[in-house]
Every structure is written in structure tokens, then in C-alpha cells.
């Protein structure tokens, strides 16, 4: 019996507040571990094959060269995001429809997910870290900062780099070359107004820079 019988923290089971809260803060830790374990063994959203399936490849990627092994199936987005740690490059439809994960290759902008990353070695690919001058943004960013050119967000990586190809080729588009420029990119939020003004304004930043990206 126990020695305090009034005691309300001592409950007549034996089993105590502090003896329950212990006990699930344990358990927790444990499943935190065991998940952690888990994630570590294979990256998300496919498992490592064989190292016989695997090839050897060297993407250039924003001016730096990497030399990898892939697996012959995965996408140069896949590449990108969980290989390279590049994760500006958003994941979307995975079918090239929205425009998401469109990034500059040879300066013209295309879907990722719809580039194997061994289609992809020897030619010059740029996402959207690849703009940035250390800290500070390029001007096609900047013009998206300023004009407000998003809402969400989601889309905004791809959309930018649609803007970049389509200035590389043709410095000072009229309107309705931006529009047909950002036509492959959807914006769910519907901020296309603005997303067109940052086109233009993108275009006025790069000529007082020389055309610097």
C-alpha cells in the first residue's frame, strides 16, 4: 500500500503522471530515431539501384562541372534536387505541362522533368541559384521582387528562368513576345499581369547592366 494514499499524483495503479509522460516522451525519441534511420538508407522517392545500373556522367551545372553516377531512368530534375542539392528547381507535374521545374539549357529554357540527366552531359545548364551573384539577386529576380510578380511562390522559379531564356535571345521583347515567352508556365494564383510588367521590367534592368544575367 502506498505510503501516501491521498496523494493525487500517486494514482491507486501505481502508474504516475510523470511515469506516463517519461514513457511517451521515450517512445517518440525512439520512432524519431528509427525514421531518421530510415531516410538516411535511401534517398526520397527512389532507392539506390545496383552499382552496376549506374553510369557515369558530368553535368555542367551554373558554370561548375560534377561528375556523378546515375541511374539511366532519372530525370535531370531528380538529378538536380536530390543529387545536387539544387532546390530552387521546383517539383510539379513531373509530365511537362506546368513549367515548375524549367531551367536554362544551352540558354534556352526547358522542363527538367521532361530531360534525362544523361541527355543533359555537355551542355550548359542554369537554374536558379545560377543567376545569383553571390548574395545579391539578378536582375530578372529583382524585377519579380519588384513588380510582385508572384503570390504563392511555387511557380516563380520557373517562371523567372523563362523570363532569363527569353531576354538571352531577344533583349527587349514587346509584350506580347513576353507573354508568348512565359505561354509554357502556369501560375495557379493567376498573377500573370505582373508576372508580363517583370518581364518588362527585367528587360529595362538588364540593358542599364550591359545585359548581365
Not at 525512439?30 to 553535368?59: H, I, K, N, Y
Not at 538529378?79 to 528547381?89: D, N, P, Q, S, W
Request: hydrophobic share 40%; proline share 6%.
Amino acid at each position: 500500500m502506498s505510503e501516501h494514499p491521498d496523494d493525487p499524483a500517486t494514482p491507486p495503479t501505481g502508474f504516475t503522471r510523470r511515469g506516463f509522460i517519461a514513457t511517451v516522451g521515450t517512445g517518440a525519441i525512439a520512432a524519431a530515431a528509427a525514421a531518421q534511420a530510415a531516410t538516411d538508407q535511401a534517398p526520397p522517392g527512389a532507392e539506390l539501384p545496383d552499382s552496376a545500373d549506374l553510369v557515369r556522367v558530368t553535368l555542367t551545372v551554373n558554370g561548375r562541372a560534377h561528375r556523378l553516377l546515375v541511374e539511366p531512368r532519372w530525370s535531370l530534375l531528380y538529378v538536380l534536387r536530390e543529387r545536387l542539392g539544387l532546390t530552387a528547381t521546383k517539383l510539379g507535374c513531373e509530365r511537362g505541362e506546368c513549367g515548375v521545374c524549367t531551367v536554362l539549357v544551352d540558354d534556352k529554357p526547358a522542363y527538367s522533368c521532361m530531360m534525362l540527366a544523361v541527355e543533359s552531359e555537355g551542355k550548359a545548364i542554369v537554374t536558379l541559384e545560377g543567376l545569383m551573384h553571390g548574395e545579391e539577386l539578378g536582375p530578372v529576380q529583382r524585377a519579380f521582387a519588384e513588380q510582385d510578380a508572384f503570390q504563392c511562390g511555387y511557380c516563380t522559379p520557373g517562371q523567372i528562368m523563362a523570363v532569363e531564356g527569353l531576354l538571352r535571345a531577344n533583349p527587349g521583347p514587346a509584350l506580347d513576345e513576353i507573354r508568348a515567352g512565359v505561354s509554357g508556365n502556369i501560375c495557379r494564383c493567376g498573377a500573370y499581369a505582373h508576372i508580363f510588367k517583370a518581364g518588362q521590367r527585367a528587360a529595362e534592368l538588364k540593358k542599364q547592366e550591359g545585359g548581365r544575367s
